[in-house]
């Protein structure tokens, strides 16, 4: 023990400052425990834990740079290219004559082997739909809309056609399908006579019912704008012109919104005569 | 005593002391740049251990749940109980919302910082010969994270986060071919699937990270073995890394940077809101948020998603989607050209030479123009993906700024490269040491002397060959000494005082020579009899700057002191008129 050198004295006030720090440090942490134990508040945790640790970083780096050597000092560096000596011995063990890498015939079973290992590997991928879901392309062209199938609003309504007011649009789910990702559809009364194309899925009396995901990449399009007649995606400003069969007028949009033809039924609600116009949503490749 | 005999035991089975002294020794070039990648390791470590914590109490499931709890809004609502436990998380959980808004920042932090690491791996070149496979390793580490942040903003089930997924499931349905077959696989079903949040769960807490953490090894383990790279300085060469040692100088400092990541990354969990999902409300599918921006990192995206025109294309009655070309190819396109970088610059400079001595950006003029024309585009695709919010706060149409961003998303990136090249080579070719004191002349002779750019590294050298270290000056040598046991050597420049110590100490006269001659080859050496002394400190700047610091201090106490007693002896200031 006595062989030991003394502690180096560094700077004076140095150590001061340091020891300051990590009582500040120490002071943080029983800090954020209290307030833990008094019941919590995010904005007191927060201030107390950054406190402890920036006490902890300031004295650090304190003693890192002034009681310690920084910088000055040099380590030589050997450099990555291998002696060629070195590099042909390897190679030498690597391709003795019992060496497995030399018996080309049975490598390439053994390759043949991995190979139809790693495609059976691939089969159990599969399942990650599972088998007894629907198919994607038809999954994605079918929706719970079809003939019959009554209108209902957000809250499990069905619709009259009078329900729809003029100047605001009513999101209307299908009757037996009202969680689905792709069903969602719009009703909007509009003046016929200020069509310039005809709606894809007819109207009655002005009333005309849109799937409600842009044709963009699939979010609603929750925005109406009913002086002109033109609802509006919130994720990348599509626009489409209910006046002109949804068509779209602006952003990034390629294709009309599809629309879900109508009729009114014997009970006097709104029910669909059969599923979207087109598939809703974002396109796809096997889309029509 | 109980420390020492410890370690005495661990060393006399497992013999570490060899090392453990050469590890202790591995020198640290002292530059700020170096520090950001340890930035990005430590938020890594803290992402890792509140979200190990948040994992007690989220629950990914799709199933419903009803939220009872102190958030008054939602109180009895039926809710995912992946939403329902975020929200009872945030609310409920004593310090529950403190980690939680911390993950959070780590995670934009952590993207902040590789990225930024990135950038300036890429403007020194730090990427060439030999450190091209951890340049791969770092890019696939960015493309992790980019995914793990996004998984990880989606859990929740509110509605925001749900419009990204939606958007990022329409994208890879865009994919020709198989991109409905790739969404399905990876949903289990159609969008929204009850498969999905439990399958990101995993994929965030387990399957990501442990990946990164693999990576994130080799990322280390290759620079411990090749080394540190460094800027030119005296000193310096292909053969050397100058610098501070890892014990006791880079601990002690390492430490405290871990210590300021934490202690910002803290304060922003508890005074910045992010993500307050109980406002945004839980997903719908006929629900939209207005406006809705994605993270950070994942904007780049959404604004191409934006900018892209719709235009579509049909190839034998199949449809190519828009979303396919600024989602799928931009981002593939990015990612390759990342990957390929180290090569294709490879490939076109014919530069296969080792460096381990660093460029300064103006070194490479091309480098630096093809660098700022990707920065610029990318930050005006951020820009983009907020044109709703520009166009409300300029109060003008939305789809102005949406052409105008069409148009500058071109015009920026070009003008913006080809002034860095300009500059880079006008720095390169005359005299001025920084931009302000660049003239014209500067720039017009860059104009003149072109493709020069390697003059000062080109020889009669072979490929593969390290660059040949600076011939020997006049002042310059080796001086090894003995120190009671053991050998010491230092590099020294006389004219210009300079001193660089060896970074430890070796057993052999031999030893030191060898190491000596590694680091400077054709440098001569001396044997001197005992230490050199050191170069004297600046003394008298250090009494001067204590004694002002002191001085300062006490006038501050002074002032305060004076105060305080005239306003209690006045009973005057504002006090009175308040009462």
């Known amino acids: 023990m006595s062989r030991r050198p003394p502690v180096a004295a560094g700077p004076p006030g140095v150590s001061r400052r340091i020891v300051l720090s990590f009582l500040a440090s120490a002071a943080g942490a029983i800090g954020f425990a209290v307030t833990y134990g008094l019941g919590g508040q995010t904005q007191w945790e927060g201030v107390c834990l950054a406190v402890a640790f920036a006490g902890l970083a300031i004295g650090l780096a304190v003693w890192g740079r002034r009681l310690v050597p920084v910088g000055g000092y040099v380590e030589e560096h050997e450099g990555f290219t291998p002696p060629p000596d070195e590099q042909a011995m390897t190679a030498a063990v690597l391709t003795a004559p019992d060496s497995p890498i030399r018996r080309r015939g049975l490598l390439a079973t053994l390759g043949l082997a991995l190979t139809a290992l790693g495609v059976a590997a691939l089969f159990p991928l599969r399942s990650l739909l599972p088998w007894d879901r629907t198919r994607p392309i038809r999954a994605l062209k079918e929706t719970p809309w079809g003939p019959g199938v009554r209108l209902l609003t957000s809250s499990g309504q069905p619709l009259r056609p009078e329900d729809v007011p003029a100047g605001t649009m009513v999101g209307v789910f299908p009757e037996g399908g009202t969680g689905a990702g792709d069903a969602p559809a719009f009703a909007v009364r509009l003046q016929p006579e200020r069509f310039t194309r005809p709606p894809s899925g007819g109207h009655l009396d002005g009333v005309v019912v849109y799937s409600l995901l842009c044709t963009h990449a699939g979010c609603p399009v929750g925005l109406y704008l009913k002086g002109t007649g033109q609802v509006l995606c919130p994720c990348h400003q599509s626009s489409f012109n209910l006046f002109a069969n949804a068509t779209p007028v602006a952003g990034p949009a390629a294709r009309p919104l599809p629309g879900l033809p109508i009729e009114v039924g014997p009970d006097g609600f709104l029910r669909a005569t059969g599923d979207f116009t087109a598939p809703p949503g974002a396109g796809f490749w096997s889309r029509p | ?579």
């Open chain 2, 1 to 579: 005593m109980i420390l020492d005999r410890l370690a005495r035991a661990v060393d006399d089975r497992l013999r570490l002391s060899p090392l453990t002294r050469k590890a202790l020794a591995k020198i640290f070039p002292d530059h700020w740049s170096f520090m950001l990648g340890e930035i990005a390791l430590y938020s890594f470590v803290v992402l890792i251990l509140t979200g190990v914590y948040l994992t007690f109490f989220f629950d990914p499931s799709a199933a419903d749940r009803i939220y009872h709890g102190s958030y008054a809004p939602m109180d009895g609502a039926t809710t995912s109980a992946a939403y329902a436990s975020t929200v009872r998380l945030s609310w409920d959980i004593r310090a529950g919302l403190l980690i939680r808004q911390t993950h959070h920042w780590a995670a934009v932090v952590f993207v902040a910082a590789i990225l930024v690491h990135l950038v300036r791996i890429f403007f020194t070149g730090a990427f060439r010969k030999p450190r091209e496979l951890n340049w791969l390793v770092g890019v696939t580490m960015l493309i992790l994270a980019l995914a793990n942040g996004f998984t990880g903003y989606s859990m929740p089930d509110d509605l925001l986060s749900g419009l990204g997924l939606r958007i990022i499931v329409s994208v890879v349905e865009s994919i020709p071919l198989i991109g409905s077959w790739l969404a399905f696989l990876g949903l289990g079903g159609e969008f929204p699937s009850d498969e999905l949040i439990p399958r990101m769960f995993v994929t965030h807490v387990l399957l990501v990270p442990a990946v990164l953490v693999a990576l994130i090894s080799a990322h280390l383990a290759m620079i411990v073995r090749q080394k540190h790279s460094q800027f030119h300085g005296p000193g310096r060469t292909e053969h050397n890394v100058v610098g501070s040692r890892l014990y006791p100088s880079y601990t002690l400092r390492s430490l405290a940077l871990f210590a300021w990541v934490l202690a910002v990354l803290f304060a922003l969990g508890g005074l910045v809101q992010i993500n307050p999902v109980w406002l945004y409300g839980p997903f719908a599918p006929a629900q939209a948020t207005t406006p809705a921006q994605p993270d950070w990192y994942v904007a780049w995206g959404d604004g191409a998603l934006r900018l892209f025109p719709p235009w579509e294309i049909h190839i034998a009655g199949h449809l190519v989607p828009a979303p396919f070309f600024p989602g799928v190819v931009l981002g593939g396109v990015t990612f390759l050209a990342l990957y390929a970088w180290p090569f294709l610059e490879r490939w076109c400079t014919g530069d296969r030479l080792a460096h381990h001595l660093l460029d300064r950006p103006r070194d490479h003029p091309v480098r630096m123009g093809v660098g700022v024309m990707a920065l610029t585009f990318f930050g005006v695709l951020v820009v983009a993906a907020g044109d709703d919010i520009i166009a409300r706060l300029l109060r003008v149409p939305v789809y102005g700024v949406l052409n105008v961003l069409r148009v500058l998303v071109f015009v920026l990136p070009a003008l913006a490269g080809i002034l860095a090249f300009l500059l880079a080579r006008a720095l390169r070719r005359g005299d001025a040491a920084r931009l302000g004191e660049l003239t014209r002349a500067d720039l017009r002779v860059g104009r003149q002397a072109t493709g020069g750019s390697d003059a000062r590294r080109e020889g009669a050298r072979a490929p593969d060959e390290p660059e040949m270290p600076a011939p020997d000056r006049p002042g310059e040598q080796i001086e090894l000494w003995p120190d009671g046991e053991v050998w010491r050597w230092r590099y020294h420049d006389e004219p210009a005082g300079l001193a660089i110590l060896s970074n430890r100490a070796v057993l052999t006269e031999q030893e030191a020579a060898d190491a000596a001659r590694l680091a400077y080859p054709g440098v001569d050496h001396v044997t001197v009899p005992g230490p050199p002394p050191p170069p004297p400190p600046g003394r008298v700047r250090t009494t001067l700057r204590r004694w002002g610091n002191a001085a300062l201090g006490v006038s501050l106490l002074a002032a305060a002191l004076r105060q305080r007693r005239e306003r209690r002896r006045g009973g005057g200031g504002d006090g009175p008129q308040r009462r």
